[in-house]
C-alpha cells in the first residue's frame, strides 16, 4: 500500500469507540475553541465584509459554510495548533458545516474532528522541515478539508479517501508573504485550500483519479515541499500515536510566538500595579528604560518578517498580529490581550506605542534547547530525522542551532500522551530609577503540556465566554460526545449566535 493508502483505508474506518477518552476530551474542547475563534472572526470588520461576499457561516451549501467557517477561525491567530499545523480552521471548520448540514450526532462530528486532525497533521509533519511551517503551510487544510468531509459523509470506500487527497495536493498552495502581511489576503488564507478541498472532494465523487503515490513518489508532494522528507510520520503508529493529543488552545489573538511573553507581561501588570498601588497606573512608559524579551529562535523568527512592516496603529493586521513588541506592551498597560487590541481605539493608543518601543528582544540559547527538546511546533520531526535534519536545522538558526538540537536529540517518542509545546519567553522590565521585575514562563497558558492536559476545558470554556459566547453552552461543549442530532444542531446555532457590526 502506498502512504495515501494505507493512511486513508485507517482513516475511513475509524469510529468513536476507537478513539481513546483523552483524545475525544481534548477535540470536544478543540470544537469549542474554534468555535469561539469563529465568533471574533464574525463579529470584526473584515469578518462582516468575509460574509457579505461569501455567506453566512451556516448555508444551504455546506461546501461554501465550510469555506466561510475556515475563513473566520483563522485570521486572527486564535486558531489551534498542534504537531504538526495550524489543525482548526479545516479539521473543526469542516465537520462543523457537514454536521450542521447532515444532522450528524455530537459523537459523528467528533470522530470526523480526530480523523481530520490525524490525517492533517500527519501530512503537515511529514513535510514540517521545509520551507512552510505554521499558517503557512496552507496544505494542512487540503487534507483536513478531505478528511473531515468525507468522514461526516460516511465515506467508507478508501479507494474514494486517497483519490479525493490525490487530487487535492495535486497542487498545493503556497501563499506570498507580502499579501499575508499586508493585505486582508490573509482572511482567504484557509479559506481557499478548503475550497480546493470541497472540489477535490466532488471530483472523486464524480469519478476522476488521484495519483495515491503522490505523497512519497520522487516527483510529489514531499519531494516538492519538504527539504527533508519524513515519510514515515504519515503512517507511523496509526491508532497508537494520536497527534490530537498534542493540541495547544490559543487563548489570546497574536502569533504562538509571542503567547509567552504575553503571558509573563500579564503577571508583570499585575506585580507592578501592586508596587505601585491600585489608585497609580501599574506602568508609565515614560518610567520604563527597557523591555527585555528573552525568547527562543522560533519567536525570534515568527516576528522578524512582521516586524518591517509594523511601524505603527495603521500597520496591516496580518503584520501586527505576528509582532511582540506592541502585544507585549499592551499586556503590560492593561494585563490583558484581547481582539479589540488589534483594532481602533485601542489601537491607536500613543501610550502603547511609546512602550512598545522600549521592548527588545534577544535570543536565549537555554529556551531554544527547550524548543528543540518539546514536541511541537517541531522538535518531534527533527527527532525523526536524526541528522539529515542539519541542513534544514541550518537554515532555520545557523550551524550553532543546528549543532545543539541534534545534540541533545533523543529517539523519536513512542506516542505524544506527554508531549510539549516549549515555546518560552523571560520578560524583564527594568525601571529608570534602577528597579527591575522579571517572569518567566516555558510554556504558554493554553499550549500543549501537563497543565493544559488536565485544565484543557477549562481553559477553552474561558476563552468561548471572554469572546462572548453563553456560559450553559460553553459548559455543555464537554458532553458533545453523547449529543444527539437535534440537540448538536441546537448546540451549534447557540455557540455561533453573535451580534454583527452594522456594515459600513
Not at 293 to 303: D, F, I, K, R
Not at 487 to 498: F, G, N, S, T, Y
Amino acid at each position: 500500500m502506498t502512504l495515501l493508502e494505507e493512511l486513508c483505508a485507517w482513516a475511513a474506518r475509524l469510529t468513536y469507540d476507537d478513539i481513546p477518552d483523552r483524545v475525544r476530551a481534548l477535540a470536544a474542547s478543540q470544537v469549542l475553541s474554534q468555535v469561539a475563534s469563529i465568533r471574533a472572526g464574525a463579529v470584526h470588520p473584515l469578518g462582516g465584509r468575509m460574509i457579505a461576499a461569501f455567506g453566512e457561516p451556516f448555508q444551504p451549501d455546506a461546501r461554501q459554510a465550510a469555506c466561510v467557517l475556515a475563513g473566520l477561525g483563522s485570521w486572527l491567530n486564535l486558531d489551534d495548533t498542534a504537531y504538526a499545523g495550524h489543525l482548526s480552521n479545516s479539521t473543526v471548520a469542516v465537520p462543523l458545516a457537514f454536521a450542521h448540514a447532515r444532522r450528524l450526532t455530537g459523537a459523528a462530528l467528533l470522530t470526523a474532528v480526530v480523523a481530520a486532525n490525524e490525517c492533517a497533521a500527519r501530512v503537515t509533519a511529514a513535510a514540517t522541515l521545509g520551507p512552510l511551517r505554521g499558517q503557512s503551510a496552507v496544505h494542512t487544510h487540503l487534507v483536513g478539508a478531505v478528511c473531515g468531509r468525507l468522514h461526516c459523509e460516511g465515506v467508507k470506500d478508501p479507494r474514494r479517501w486517497a483519490d479525493a487527497l490525490g487530487l487535492a495536493l495535486a497542487m498545493p498552495h503556497r501563499p506570498l508573504m507580502r499579501a499575508f502581511l499586508a493585505s486582508d489576503a490573509r482572511l482567504l488564507n484557509a479559506f481557499a485550500p478548503v475550497r480546493a478541498g470541497m472540489d477535490a472532494c466532488d471530483a472523486a465523487t464524480a469519478g476522476l483519479r488521484g495519483a495515491p503515490d503522490l505523497l512519497e513518489h520522487p516527483d510529489g508532494f514531499l519531494a516538492a515541499l519538504a527539504t527533508v522528507p519524513l515519510p514515515d510520520e504519515v503512517t507511523d503508529g496509526l491508532g497508537r500515536r494520536w497527534h490530537t493529543d498534542t493540541l495547544s488552545f490559543k487563548m489570546r489573538p497574536g502569533g504562538p510566538g509571542i503567547d509567552a511573553a504575553v503571558d509573563c507581561a500579564i503577571d508583570l501588570h499585575r506585580e507592578l500595579r501592586s508596587d505601585v498601588g491600585r489608585s497609580a497606573p501599574p506602568v508609565d512608559p515614560a518610567s520604563v528604560a527597557e523591555v527585555l524579551v528573552e525568547t527562543s529562535l522560533y519567536t525570534l523568527y515568527a516576528g522578524r518578517r512582521a516586524d518591517r512592516y509594523v511601524t505603527g496603529p495603521d500597520a496591516p493586521l496580518g503584520a501586527l498580529v505576528l509582532h511582540t513588541p506592541y502585544p507585549v506592551a499592551t499586556a503590560l498597560l492593561t494585563g490583558g490581550l484581547t481582539v479589540a487590541d488589534f483594532e481602533r481605539p485601542a489601537l491607536a493608543d500613543p501610550a502603547r506605542w511609546q512602550l512598545a518601543q522600549r521592548v527588545r528582544l534577544a535570543h536565549d540559547p537555554a529556551l531554544t534547547r527547550e524548543l528543540f527538546a518539546s514536541a511541537a511546533p517541531f522538535g518531534a520531526a527533527v527527532r525523526r530525522a536524526g541528522a539529515a535534519a542539519e541542513p534544514w536545522l541550518f537554515d532555520f538558526g545557523g550551524s550553532e542551532t543546528a549543532r545543539m538540537a541534534l545534540d541533545a536529540a533523543e529517539p523519536p517518542e513512542p506516542d505524544f500522551t506527554a508531549a510539549t509545546k516549549a515555546t518560552g519567553a523571560r520578560v524583564t522590565v527594568r525601571l529608570r530609577d534602577g528597579r527591575a521585575f522579571t517572569r518567566e514562563r516555558l510554556v504558554p497558558l493554553g499550549a500543549a503540556g501537563p497543565h493544559t492536559r488536565a485544565c484543557h476545558d477549562e481553559l477553552v470554556r474561558e476563552k468561548f465566554v471572554s469572546l462572548g459566547g453563553d456560559v450553559d453552552t460553553a459548559k455543555a461543549a464537554v458532553e458533545l460526545g453523547a449529543m444527539g442530532a437535534v440537540r448538536l444542531r441546537d448546540w451549534l446555532h447557540a455557540a455561533l449566535a453573535v451580534q454583527r457590526p452594522a456594515p459600513r
